[in-house]
Each structure stands twice: as C-alpha cells, then as structure tokens.
C-alpha cells in the first residue's frame, strides 16, 4: 500500500499536489539525497543552484514525515542553547555553531522570496514563561544571544506578554521578532518544485532499502524496490523515518511522537482574541505546548493550532484529541465550546544531547539527522551545510561533526522508559517551579 499523507489540517489545505513518479530502472546521478523532507529538500536545492545533478528518494511523498506535519514555528537556536554547546566542546569550537545558530530562518525566507513559495509565511515568535526562574532563563537567553550579535529578542513583562497572548498563565515572556510561522507542507511542496525547475528529479513512493557503500574509487548505490541510483555521493536525510537502514545512526537517537490538534473555523473577532498580534507561541517547560493561528481557511476563518506532548519511542497515543484539548483549554478557557477539526501526530528524531547530528559514513556518505524539536531552522540550515561539504568547504560541516553524541542509555530495549522517567523529573520541576 503507498503511503499517503496524514490526515492533518495541513494535509487538507495544501496547494495542488504534483506527483512524481516511483523509481524504475537504474540512473546515474551526482548525488542521491534519500527523504525528501526539508534536510533532503534543502540539500539538493543548494546543490542544485551549484550545478550538481540531484536525485533525491521519498519512501512516502514529499513532507510525509515531521517536515509536513509540525508545528510550523520558525524558532532559533538549537534545542540546545549555545551556552550549553560552549559547556560541552569550549568557547572557541563553539563560535561557528553560534554563528549558523540564527541562520536557518533566513534560509527559509531566502527560499521563499526567491522562489515565490506560498506558505502563509508570519513574523514573530514567542517564548511565555509560567515561571520566575523561566523568566530569568529568558533574560540570561536574551544576553546571550546578544553577545553572538543576535539582538532580534525582545523581553515582556506581564502586562505586555497579555497583549500577545490573551491568557493569564504567563508571567512574562520575549518577543523574537526574527521567529515567526508558516504552513510547513506547502513549504515543503514549494521547495519540491523549485528543487525541479532547476533540474532535479524526486521520485516519491521509493524507499530507500539498501545502501551499496562503495568506496573512494566505486561510487556507492541505493537500491529501492524497483531501481536503484548510482551516484558520487549519499545524503542521508530521512531521520525519524529511516526505518534501521542505517544502524549506526540509530543506536544514537530515538524517534519520539508529538501531537497537534486544529479546531473548527474561527471567527476573526474570536481569533483575534486570542493572539492580537498573529505570533506563534511555546512556552518554556521542558514538555513544552506551542500555538498559534492558521491563515483565513478558504474565507471561512483562521483556525488555533494547537500542540504539544512527547511520546517516546513514537508510538501514536489511542486519543490525540483528549491528550491535547485539555492543555489547549488550560490556555484558552474561552474555547470550550469550539469543536475539533483535525487530530495528526508526527515523529521528531531526539539525540540524547538534544544537539543535532551531522557527519559522513565512509568516504561519500553523509547525514544529518536528530534536530531534536528544531527541525524546521535546522534543517534548512543542515542542507546549506551539508552542499558545502560535499562542494569541498567542510568548516561548518567538521563543526557539527565534532559535537560529542552517546547512545541513550538502557540501550533499545530500556532507552523509552529511562528517557521517559527523566522527562517526568524535568517536568515535576516544571510544575514547582524549581
């Protein structure tokens, strides 16, 4: 059975859909990118603006995996902040990651400028605080960002933070008027077909089953269940969904679920209401809740998206609905009555770091995966990086590939319920504030 997208709100008001053909037979190429989600899609299209030729593989169709199905929020920085990468591998390793920390953002505005991609694009994004000691984090990430020359944050206090966010579970917050939102899967279908109008091919319905690794003098070769491609080089870029054809790569991460729900039409007196300034909003707990409004759904109101939750090990929960609809109500009571349009979960790659992976398997295999819940930045980043690589400029790949990675603890077997036992720790934090 081909695998088709879910059924999301994203899903349902996507731009025409264009199919592209499964692979068969054996082709040549200059690079294989395997996903085409925003790693792969981000990849080949710098590639391609250097006149390499590109193939790329989606098991699925394009944005199937997380990249058309999260939150669509454009937050900066990694999941890890830069001060925790300095901890970890000393200032001065630590300066061209700070550096590429707030270039994915731009990346993707740089994309859709360029190539005239439709995808509801919003300015500003939120960080709401619960917390003193949330707040003060903020302040401490304000200054921090500054010193990397990022001056985009703007801090609220709790008057201002209610003119964003009509709740008052917030003590405060900051405004990164560099973050922002858009609707991920006409992004992903926009830069699939900017990706072609430069020459490239996506085949959609042709997993990647094997990888032939080849070697310095034989190049290597993927093989799908009706062809295979032959090319100079790999990219491995499928991460939740790469389903073990990579091992080594799996034993350092974990696919985890997270949940979205999207309510009926809204009116915009009601819309409004709720988010005044149309910024898209998380807050600052570890399982953390994030929001924000759609566009107008053909003329008949924007709708609140609304998500949060983690399920390790990316097993679907029975009732997305009763676990996210109690958390979007803890916010905004005044939605009680509103009905729920659509109920979607996703998978999300998590490294035990929390920092994204990137490297090369072999003489001409290279990945990048585990954005650990920042996928949409860094991924856009990660292809721009990882087409340098593979155009002979490795700085910024060899600093990503430096970053120390360890396999979760308990191994397969006992790495879900350990990294669950310490989210609840870090969430009963949460909840007293200590």
Not at 283 to 304: I, T, V
């Amino acid at each position: 059975m081909l695998l088709q997208h879910t059924h999301s709100y994203y899903a349902a008001s996507r731009h025409p859909k264009v199919a592209y053909p499964a692979l068969v037979g054996a082709v040549d190429t200059d690079v294989c990118v395997i996903g085409a989600g925003y790693t792969g899609l981000s990849t080949a299209l710098h590639l391609l603006e250097h006149g390499f030729k590109v193939t790329v593989l989606e098991a699925a169709q394009v944005g199937f995996g997380a990249s058309g199905r999260n939150g669509g929020q454009i937050v900066n920085s990694y999941s890890r902040d830069i001060d925790a990468i300095e901890r970890q591998v000393g200032a001065e390793p630590a300066r061209l990651l700070a550096a590429m920390a707030f270039e994915g953002g731009r990346i993707i505005r740089q994309r859709v400028a360029k190539y005239g991609i439709q995808c509801d694009l919003k300015e500003g994004g939120v960080f709401a605080a619960f917390t003193g000691k949330q707040m003060r984090h903020l302040e401490t990430q304000q200054k921090l960002w500054a010193r990397h020359g990022y001056t985009q944050l703007e801090l609220l206090d709790a008057g201002a933070i209610r003119s964003v966010v009509a709740t008052e579970r917030y003590i405060g917050g900051a405004l990164d008027h560099g973050g922002g939102h858009i609707h991920p899967l006409n992004l992903a279908l926009g830069e699939a077909a900017a990706l072609v109008s430069l020459g490239g091919v996506i085949h959609e319905h042709s997993p990647a089953v094997r990888i032939d690794r080849g070697s310095a003098q034989t190049p290597p070769v993927v093989h799908t269940p009706q062809g295979q491609v032959r090319a100079r080089f790999v990219v491995v870029a499928g991460n939740a969904y790469l389903d073990g054809l990579l091992p080594e790569l799996a034993t350092k991460s974990m696919p985890c679920g997270t949940q979205v729900i999207a309510t009926e039409p809204l009116t915009e007196d009601l819309a409004r209401s709720l988010l005044p300034q149309d910024h898209c909003v998380e807050d600052c707990n570890y399982l953390l809740d994030y929001f924000r409004l759609s566009a107008n759904d053909q003329g008949r109101g924007r709708r609140l998206l609304y998500g949060g939750g983690v399920v390790y090990g990316a097993r679907d929960p029975a009732n997305i609905e009763a676990t996210i609809r109690p958390k979007m109500l803890k916010t905004f009571p005044q939605l009680r009555g509103v009905k729920i349009d659509y109920a979607w979960t996703g998978n999300f790659l998590l490294t035990l770091s929390r920092l994204p992976q990137m490297g090369r398997l072999g003489d001409n295999i290279y990945y990048s995966q585990g954005c650990s819940g920042h996928g949409v930045t860094f991924t856009h980043l990660a292809g721009k990086v990882l087409a340098e690589a593979l155009r002979g400029q490795a700085e910024r790949f060899d600093a990503f590939g430096a970053l120390p990675h360890y396999p979760f603890p308990g191994g397969r077997l006992f790495r879900v319920p350990l990294t669950a036992l310490g989210a609840w720790y870090y969430s009963l934090r949460d909840k007293l504030g200590v």
